[in-house]
């Protein structure tokens, strides 16, 4: 069993940054692959970065060139460092965790708001 949870959310204004963490239990974090998604009202939820446990990563094209997703298997957290947000980054953020193998499992954080808005 993994627990996930999500901080740095909060309200930004339009051009800002925030930096959202996400800390997991469990001893084996490093295998991982770690995820941030997002749900705004109304649709579904989609996947924002990724991060595999050997450090690569992919990006939904809304977001490259301003997020960068990152780990610190040290400290058993994913980092999602948005910069250049913009109002339709608005949305719940949740973190993901998948177990490798044939046959991963997937956890999910409570998630933490973000709104960006003047």
């Known amino acids: 069993q993994v627990q996930l949870v999500e901080s740095g959310g909060g309200l930004v204004q339009p051009g800002g940054s925030l930096r959202l963490s996400c800390a997991a239990s469990?001893?084996?974090?490093?295998?991982?692959?770690m995820g941030w998604y997002r749900q705004a009202p109304g649709k579904q939820r989609e996947l924002v970065a990724a991060?595999?446990?050997?450090?690569?990563?992919n990006y939904a094209d809304s977001v490259k060139g301003r997020f960068t997703i990152s780990r610190d298997n040290a400290k058993n957290t994913v980092y999602l460092q948005m910069n250049s947000l913009k109002p339709e980054d608005t949305a719940v953020y949740y973190c993901?965790?998948?177990?490798?193998?044939?046959?991963?499992?997937?956890?999910w954080g409570q998630g933490t708001q973000v709104t960006v808005s003047s």
């Open positions: 993901n965790a998948q177990t490798p193998g044939d046959y991963p499992l997937d956890y």
């Open positions: 991060i595999t446990s050997g450090g690569s990563t």
């Open positions: 469990g001893s084996i974090f490093s295998i991982y692959a």
